[in-house]
């Protein structure tokens, strides 16, 4: 278990406050993210190898991915806001929706990441963009494993399973 957290941005010498600030930092990226889907959707550029939306077809494809991405980060601002009120109420059922979603946004960038460097093998920049993938994936491994800590901790403060007494 972790006792201090670096953020993305910040060192903190608690996992609480580190914990707030990893959902603070996915509010941030997930915002960042649906406006960029909006802008494609509104026929602007998509046209880097390296973008999430970059083999889908403005007409078809991009409005059911760029759709399927806006609900995905909207979800992941709501578990961010609900892991910050558990955070603050020691209610751990608060926090867990949030490890959830993260470990399955890791997943997804990792296998963007691997699907981008075999689609694309015969350009050098990508193993670039896989590279810079990977990073932000593990980034992602370690706000989890900072956010599993403050979970662990409001765990262990709370009561053992239940004992049945005869």
Known sequence: ????????????????????ACAATTIFFST???????????????SQFFLPLFETDVDTTMRSAGGFMIVFYLC???????????INSDHRGLILPWLTQNML?????IAFALWL???YYHYLLSVLWTC?????????VYMHRCVKSQYETIKKGQAPN???LM
Do not use: R, T
Request: charged share 10%; net charge neutral; glycine share 4%.
């Open 117 to 119: 460097q075999a689609s």
């Open 162 to 164: 239940i004992i049945q």
């Open 132 to 140: 810079i993938y990977i990073m932000f994936a593990a980034a992602h």
């Open 105 to 109: 946004y890791i997943l997804m960038v």
């Open 76 to 86: 992941y601002i709501v578990v961010s806001v609900l892991m910050v009120l558990g």
């Open 32 to 46: 960042f993210s649906i406006i960029y889907i909006c802008h494609c959707l509104n026929e602007g550029d998509s």
């Open 1 to 20: 278990m972790m006792k201090n957290c670096w953020s993305p941005w910040y060192y903190y010498d608690s996992i609480k406050s580190g914990s707030k």
